[in-house]
C-alpha cells in the first residue's frame, strides 16, 4: 500500500536516508528498525510530509505523493502518530480524542469516538479526567486512539514503546495486531525496541546509517543471529 522509491533525505550536510526502497503492505505491520540516528524519524516525517526529500518517490495504492503536504494526510488515510506521547494535557481525554476527529475536516461523529473507547475501555472510563491524570502506557492509547478517530488507512507510529513497561508494551502491540487483523488497519511501526517490534510484525526492515540492510519477513530477521547483533541489539 506504501512504496518508498529511493528515498533520500537530509539536513543540510547530513545525509539521514538514502536511496531508501521498501514496501509496507496492505493489512501489515511493517517494523522499521535500526540503532539510533539510523534514519527512523526522519523516514516517518518524510513520508507524512512533514519533511520534503532531496529525491526520490513515496506512492500510496500506487499513486506518487510528491506534492502532497502534512494537512493533507488525514485525508489520504494515513495519520502520523509522533514519538513523545503529544497529549494537551490541560484537556480531557474526550477533548483530546475530539481533536483527532477533527483531523480529517467534516463532522466528529459520535460512533468514531465509541468505537475508540470499546477499544481502549480504561479511557471510557477516565473520558472526563484531564489527560495529564494519565500515565505513560494510557497516553500512549491516547494518541494512538486520537489517530484512529479519523478512520486512517494507514497508521505512522514512531517508538510507541519509548518508556514503557514491557507488560504496557506487550498489551499495545497486542491492540495494533487486533487493529490489523480485524479491521485491515496498515501500520508502518518505527521501533528501537526490536525484538518486541519483530513479536508483532509481519515485516521488517533494518536501517543503518539511512540506508537499508534488510528487508524481510519479520520471523526471518528474528531468526538471523548475525544481524541482531549487528544493527537490532539483541
Ligand atoms: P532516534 O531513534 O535517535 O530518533 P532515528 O533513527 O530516528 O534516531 P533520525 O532522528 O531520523 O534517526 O536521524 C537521522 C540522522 O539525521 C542523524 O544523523 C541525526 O543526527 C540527523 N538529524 C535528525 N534531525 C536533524 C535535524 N533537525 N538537523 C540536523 N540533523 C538531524
Do not use: C, W
Not at 506518487?64 to 502534512?70: D, F, I, Q, S
Not at 488515510?77 to 481533536?99: A, D, F, S, Y
Not at 487486533?178 to 508502518?188: A, E, K, M, R, T
Not at 533494518?206 to 541482531?228: F, P
Amino acid at each position: 500500500m506504501l512504496t518508498l522509491d529511493k528515498l533520500t533525505a537530509g539536513y543540510g550536510p547530513v545525509t539521514a536516508l538514502q536511496d531508501v526502497t521498501f514496501s509496507a503492505g496492505k493489512g501489515q505491520i511493517t517494523a522499521v528498525l535500526g540503532a539510533n540516528g539510523a534514519g527512523k524519524t526522519t523516514l516517518l516525517r518524510t513520508v507524512s510530509g512533514l519533511h520534503r526529500p532531496e529525491s526520490g518517490t513515496i506512492s500510496l495504492d500506487g499513486q506518487p505523493l510528491r506534492k502532497v503536504n502534512a494537512e493533507q494526510m488525514p485525508a489520504l488515510g494515513m495519520v502520523h502518530v509522533p514519538e513523545g506521547r503529544g497529549v494537551i494535557t490541560e484537556l480531557t481525554i474526550e477533548e483530546n480524542l475530539r481533536l483527532g476527529g477533527l483531523a480529517k475536516g467534516g463532522k466528529l461523529r459520535s460512533e468514531d469516538l465509541e468505537r475508540v473507547y470499546e477499544l481502549f475501555p480504561v479511557l471510557a472510563d477516565r473520558r472526563a479526567s484531564l489527560a495529564h491524570t494519565l500515565s505513560g502506557g494510557e497516553r500512549q492509547m491516547l494518541v494512538i486512539g486520537r489517530a484512529l478517530m479519523s478512520e486512517p488507512r494507514l497508521l505512522l507510529l514512531d517508538e510507541p514503546s519509548l518508556g514503557l513497561a514491557p507488560r504496557i508494551v506487550a498489551q499495545i502491540f497486542d491492540l495494533l495486531r487486533g487493529l490489523v487483523d480485524d479491521q485491515g488497519l496498515s501500520v508502518l511501526l518505527v521501533e528501537q525496541n526490536a525484538r518486541s517490534a519483530l513479536s508483532v510484525a509481519d515485516h521488517g526492515v533494518v536501517l543503518n546509517l539511512g540506508r537499508v540492510v534488510a528487508d524481510e519477513k519479520a520471523s526471518v530477521l528474528a531468526a538471523d543471529d548475525q544481524l541482531r547483533h549487528a544493527y537490532l541489539g539483541f
